[in-house]
């Protein structure tokens, strides 16, 4: 879904005069315009708007579904109209939020599937306004539970569909590949200049030092301090996976064909294949992942024998296509 066009627009005067410029600025000098939830700068500190007739205006592209907080600092020196000497402030600044329009009856997204979530439940305190059709999930509680869904459907149904390819350039001197949402290693190639791709010896990484050396291995071999000791790769924002191939003197691109866990959603009107293709299913292994905490085991279980029933569907679907065909046309797979 492509993202929506918001505008922020604003009138800024002081009796009869009216500040010459605006700038988003938040008050520490960092940002413009960020999403309120996921704290992701949208509009870059020091943005400027564009004075249209007695306006000031910055449209910004945005996913919608989402709330967005900006500052604007207002600046001019403005006469007193009276003709006294003092001076209004030569700057001033607001605060506001704004919202991306969203069609929330849309159940194949993200902030579709929170909904169908909270309809289906009961749930209403989960998301912020229900009852004014603001379905914003401003804890983000839901959205980290359709995401832990997500990876346990992938679990429980693996099929070959879910391998995919990774492409990364590898420096010289360089062993250490790290890769995102992985779930584990298939193979490992090096792709030749000449478009031929060759396997290579990988190995799971194992660091050797315990975590409590970190402080230590920094200061004694801070050349290596981004890779040498255990758990360093896992100090990012998305959970990473790494391997180890042999170092050599020359940059290479490295192909890892790995079996992927499914694609984060973070914006309300992020997809996946489980919001498109079974976005009740999804809906249900949420509501699923909420019994195990409450110790409702009698919920567990009236939740997983539908949602196993279903995945064994979508299996039956997936065999059938395998056996579609004349024989002909088979491949063998190694």
Not at 193 to 222: F, K, R
Request: with cysteine; hydrophobic share 40%; charged share 20%.
């Amino acid at each position: 879904m492509a993202d929506k066009i918001v505008r922020v627009a604003w009138t800024a005067s002081v009796q009869d005069g009216q500040y010459s410029s605006a700038v988003f600025m938040s008050p520490d000098g960092q940002w413009g315009v960020r999403n309120v939830n996921t704290q992701e700068v949208i509009v870059p500190a020091g943005t400027a708007l564009q004075k249209q007739g007695n306006l000031f205006v910055h449209d910004f592209p945005a996913p919608a579904g989402e709330q967005y907080e900006y500052y604007i600092l207002f600046s001019g020196n403005l006469d007193n109209p009276t003709g006294t000497s003092t001076q209004y402030p030569a700057q001033a600044r607001v605060h506001d939020v704004v919202f991306s329009a969203f069609d929330w009856s849309d159940y194949r997204t993200l902030g579709g599937v929170r909904r169908l979530v909270v309809e289906l439940s009961g749930r209403y305190d989960l998301l912020r306004d229900p009852e004014n059709d603001d379905w914003t999930d401003d804890r983000g509680l839901l959205t980290f539970y359709v995401n832990e869904a997500q990876k346990w459907l992938d679990m429980r149904f693996t099929m070959p569909k879910h391998p995919a390819s990774l492409y990364k350039r590898v420096p010289a001197g360089a062993g250490m590949v790290t890769m995102q949402h992985a779930r584990f290693v298939l193979n490992v190639e090096e792709l030749k200049d000449t478009g031929e791709t060759v396997g290579i010896p990988w190995m799971t990484h194992y660091n050797g030092l315990a975590p409590e050396q970190e402080l230590e291995t920094s200061q004694t071999l801070p050349e290596a301090s981004g890779s040498i000791y255990f758990g360093k790769h896992w100090d990012t924002y998305s959970p990473i996976t790494s391997i180890w191939i042999q170092p050599e003197n020359r940059d290479r691109v490295i192909i890892v064909r790995a079996s992927f866990f499914t694609r984060e959603l973070k914006n309300a009107s992020d997809r996946s294949y489980w919001t498109v293709q079974h976005p009740r299913l999804l809906a249900q292994t949420v509501m699923y992942l909420f019994e195990i905490p409450m110790r409702n085991s009698q919920g567990v279980k009236d939740l997983f024998e539908p949602i196993m029933d279903e995945l064994i569907k979508a299996y039956h679907d997936y065999c059938a296509e395998l056996a579609a065909g004349p024989a002909e046309h088979w491949m063998m797979r190694s």
